[in-house]
């Protein structure tokens, strides 16, 4: 059974930073993606990045530019560098791991940027 723990959240002040990560226990053999998302009450959950076990990225437009997806592939482990932040980045954060056909989820963290 694969589970993913996040971390790294909180609050900070607008143009501050945080790294979040995202660690997966368990039996992870190949191909995989791990995507961050997040989501704000009322609102659609978003995709904010993505990378491939191969190390290839995707950025969300209003991210971009700001935040760098990367991962420790021997630690199973995803991070996300957000920089610049912004009070529009306020939102609950979540980790998620495509893998064998399925995807696992993180509890997620609260990311918290004041004005």
């Known amino acids: 059974q694969v589970q993913l723990v996040e971390s790294g959240g909180g609050l900070v002040q607008a143009g501050g930073s945080l790294r979040l990560s995202c660690a997966a226990s368990?039996?992870?053999?190949?191909?995989?993606?791990m995507r961050w998302y997040r989501q704000t009450p009322g609102k659609q959950r978003e995709l904010v990045a993505d990378?491939?076990?191969?190390?290839?990225?995707y950025y969300a437009d209003s991210v971009k530019g700001r935040f760098t997806i990367s991962r420790d592939n021997a630690k199973n482990t995803v991070y996300l560098q957000m920089n610049s932040l912004k009070p529009e980045d306020t939102a609950v954060y979540y980790c998620?791991?495509?893998?064998?056909?399925?995807?696992?989820w993180g509890q997620g963290t609260q990311v918290t940027v004041s004005s």
């Open positions: 998620a791991l495509y893998y064998g056909g399925a995807s696992f």
């Open positions: 368990g039996s992870i053999y190949g191909s995989n993606f």
């Open positions: 990378i491939t076990s191969g190390g290839s990225t």
